[in-house]
């Protein structure tokens, strides 16, 4: 009996130590839910473009880019107030603002080419990285005073294959 006791006893304190370990893992927010609230917390801002979060065992990891240092600064606050973050790896890149070079320099292009080719009307022309592409039909007569004034322009290269001359 007294054997039977002690099992039974023993069994118990398993038992209760077992429940003991179970509950105390369910203290926390589980990672994904964290993740979900980190991200729920980047779209808030609109200066963050393409964040992306991963979550293990309450760290969070951040990576993607801001205009500023302040932006990057702002979101590290926010996301370590979540409930659940333990800390934070703010892998947050400041890219400024840059206005682009290139699509003024193909746009400006663009419209001398438009102008180069008003008294062509059969010949179409497109500009892409630089490069002057032409369609349609040109004499061969005038295909001289053409290639003259796109050169003129300076452009990375005239592609004329497309063009049928006659």
């Not at 206005?99 to 059969?122: E, G, H, I, Q």
Request: some cysteine.
């Amino acid at each position: 009996m007294k054997n039977l006791t002690m099992k039974t006893t023993a069994f118990l304190v398993a038992l209760v130590m077992m429940a003991a370990t179970f509950t105390g893992c369910k203290s926390g927010p589980k990672d994904d839910a964290i993740k979900a609230a980190v991200e729920t917390a980047l779209l808030a801002n609109p200066h963050i473009a393409g964040a992306a979060v991963v979550v293990e065992k309450g760290v969070a990891t951040l990576s993607g880019q801001v205009p500023d240092d302040a932006t990057k600064a702002d979101i590290d606050k926010t996301v370590a107030a979540i409930p659940g973050v333990k800390s934070v790896v703010n892998n947050i890149a400041v890219v400024a603002d840059t206005p682009s070079v290139a699509v003024a320099a193909t746009d400006m292009l663009t419209n001398a080419v438009k102008d180069a080719t008003k008294d062509f009307p059969t010949v179409t022309a497109t500009v892409n990285d630089g490069v002057i592409t032409l369609k349609g039909e040109i004499q061969k007569t005038n295909l001289q005073k053409l290639m003259m004034a796109l050169n003129a322009l300076k452009p990375k290269k005239i592609d004329n294959s497309q063009l049928v001359i006659k």
